[in-house]
């Protein structure tokens, strides 16, 4: 029962599932197709993971003061997910899609016994989709703690 009760880690849910409902709506008025697939994928506008840490981390500084050390850790807890987002994983979705570019072209040259398989590309986000994100996860943070 007191996990079912535990405000933070519903806001954190709560606002990870609002970014991916976002997200497939945007794709639906942007490119104008339905795909609900995205719900379940990483990138993309705006940046689910930004939300919900962000989400978290307001939370606990409307819950517990901004000034304590719950606070602290989660903030830069947020900002670590939010660097890797815009860092690693971007660099590596990059470097993963180049590469099977790479091993398409060597495909045709090679043909015969050359068939690796390509690379599953995860996506990072832009400093835009990040910065939404967490703007999402504020907003999401201070509607869930002033309503409920």
């Excluded at 795909?35 to 307001?58: I, Q, Y």
């Excluded at 939010?82 to 790479?102: E, F, H, I, K, P």
Aim: proline share 3%; charged share 10%; glycine share 10%.
């Amino acid at each position: 029962m007191e996990l079912l009760s535990n405000q933070l880690l519903w806001t954190g849910v709560a606002a990870s599932l609002a970014a991916q409902i976002i997200k497939v709506l945007l794709i639906l008025l942007l490119e104008r197709r339905w795909r609900p697939a995205a719900f379940m994928e990483t990138g993309g506008m705006p940046s689910s993971h930004s939300c919900m840490v962000v989400a978290l981390t307001t939370g606990l500084g409307i819950q517990y003061g901004f000034g304590g050390p719950l606070f602290a850790v989660s903030a830069v807890f947020s900002l670590i997910v939010m660097y890797d987002a815009t860092g690693v994983r971007r660099s590596s979705g990059m470097q993963a899609a180049l590469l099977n570019l790479l091993l398409e072209e060597l495909r045709e040259v090679v043909r015969e016994g050359f068939a690796p398989a390509p690379l599953r590309v995860f996506l990072g986000h832009t400093y835009v989709e990040v910065f939404v994100g967490a703007l999402l996860g504020v907003l999401v943070a201070v509607v869930s703690f002033h309503l409920f």
